[in-house]
């Protein structure tokens, strides 16, 4: 790691929303060292915070209170139909002690020129995780305004790392390209098993089996990936002998022109992605 381990420590931090993403980054950041007490959230539903009361030990409330304005940190982790009443109530403790909160979106489809113009010209970086966060294997696409210094940065880094691994990027464009591969990444993973699953039916196999070859099938290559240095088409040819089974299933699929109709459903997502963050911009 190329920063200092201990850097979320001695940080305070304010969870606008207490759903999956925001119990999963709480979670990691307790993990990673970050003591409970420095955790307030501020989440409507009365037994969504007894429960992050009970089982995180964290502060609790309804809507943001004093607690938010010493918060070195703010992550604004409520649905996108929510985030101006979010803000709203929020406004009034940012900066209120004088301080200067970094603030993490992973609000979907919140552009970061969006943020700047409800919040105010506040420390920004935008985040896009993907719901393999919530048992730590995460993949998040950051991306952040001019302002931010690398020692911001490397907080950033640090709070999504509590749940998985991350990458930079430029600009709310980049971030779109990110949604359209890894935010929306593993629903293409369980669409491709669930094929395998009902091919296996179709071959004799039952539902279980079915489901167990995929999924360790689906482990191992990212694992062989993981361990290589060699291009996805060399691994690929490795397994491909001509005239062979894989052959004669990679040849239907480019039949049919599977690669094709992926990688143009993987536009779709991130032209997708794009349109919401229009669409939330006018709200």
Same mark, same amino acid.
């Not at 190329?2 to 304010?14: H, M, Q």
């Not at 992973?106 to 935008?126: E, F, K, N, P, T």
């Not at 719901?131 to 940065?153: F, K, Y």
């Not at 099938?217 to 290589?228: D, Q, Y």
């Given at each position: 790691?190329?920063?200092?381990?201990?850097?979320?420590?001695?940080?305070?931090?304010?969870?606008?929303?207490?759903?999956?993403?925001?119990?999963?980054?709480?979670?990691?950041?307790?993990?990673?060292?970050? %003591?409970? +007490?420095? &955790?307030?959230?501020?989440?409507?539903?009365?037994?969504?915070?007894?429960?992050? =009361?009970?089982?995180?030990?964290?502060?609790a409330?309804? +809507?943001?209170? #004093? +607690?938010?304005?010493?918060?070195?940190? &703010?992550?604004? #982790?409520? /649905?996108?139909? $929510?985030?101006?009443?979010? &803000?709203?109530?929020l /406004? %009034?403790?940012?900066?209120?002690a004088?301080?200067?909160?970094?603030?993490?979106?992973?609000?979907?489809?919140?552009?970061?020129?969006?943020? $700047?113009?409800?919040?105010?010209?506040?420390?920004?970086?935008?985040?896009?995780?993907?719901?393999?966060?919530?048992?730590?294997?995460?993949?998040?696409?950051?991306?952040a305004?001019?302002?931010?210094?690398?020692?911001?940065?490397?907080?950033? !880094?640090?709070?999504?790392?509590?749940?998985? @691994?991350?990458?930079?990027?430029?600009?709310?464009? $980049?971030i779109?390209?990110?949604?359209?591969?890894s935010?929306?990444?593993?629903?293409?993973?369980?669409?491709?098993?669930?094929?395998?699953?009902?091919?296996?039916?179709?071959?004799?196999?039952? #539902?279980? $089996?079915? @489901? !167990?070859?995929?999924?360790? !099938?689906?482990?191992?290559?990212?694992?062989?990936?993981?361990?290589?240095?060699?291009?996805?088409a060399?691994?690929r040819? @490795?397994?491909?002998? /001509?005239?062979?089974?894989?052959? =004669? =299933? &990679?040849?239907?699929m480019?039949?049919?022109?599977?690669?094709?109709?992926?990688?143009?459903?993987?536009? #779709?997502?991130?032209?997708?992605?794009?349109?919401?963050?229009?669409?939330?911009g006018?709200?």
């Amino acid at each position: 790691m190329a920063y200092n381990e201990n850097i979320l420590d001695s940080l305070t931090f304010g969870f606008l929303g207490g759903g999956n993403m925001a119990s999963a980054l709480m979670e990691g950041l307790i993990s990673r060292g970050v %003591p409970a +007490t420095s &955790i307030c959230v501020a989440v409507p539903s009365e037994n969504s915070r007894n429960r992050l =009361a009970t089982r995180l030990g964290v502060h609790a409330t309804e +809507t943001p209170d #004093a +607690t938010f304005a010493n918060c070195d940190v &703010i992550v604004l #982790a409520v /649905k996108p139909q $929510q985030l101006r009443d979010a &803000i709203a109530s929020l /406004k %009034p403790f940012l900066n209120s002690a004088g301080l200067e909160s970094l603030v993490i979106s992973v609000v979907a489809g919140a552009r970061l020129h969006d943020l $700047q113009r409800w919040l105010g010209q506040m420390l920004l970086v935008r985040a896009m995780p993907n719901t393999p966060a919530l048992v730590r294997s995460g993949m998040t696409g950051l991306a952040a305004t001019p302002e931010i210094c690398e020692q911001d940065r490397n907080i950033a !880094t640090a709070v999504m790392e509590a749940v998985g @691994r991350c990458i930079w990027v430029e600009s709310d464009d $980049q971030i779109d390209a990110v949604t359209a591969l890894s935010g929306s990444g593993p629903a293409y993973i369980f669409y491709f098993m669930e094929a395998m699953e009902y091919a296996a039916l179709e071959l004799g196999l039952n #539902a279980e $089996q079915g @489901r !167990t070859l995929a999924l360790e !099938t689906f482990r191992g290559a990212t694992a062989l990936v993981a361990h290589s240095s060699e291009s996805l088409a060399t691994l690929r040819e @490795r397994v491909t002998s /001509k005239g062979g089974t894989t052959h =004669a =299933a &990679i040849n239907s699929m480019d039949t049919d022109r599977v690669q094709a109709a992926f990688i143009r459903a993987l536009h #779709a997502a991130a032209e997708r992605g794009r349109e919401m963050g229009l669409e939330l911009g006018l709200q």
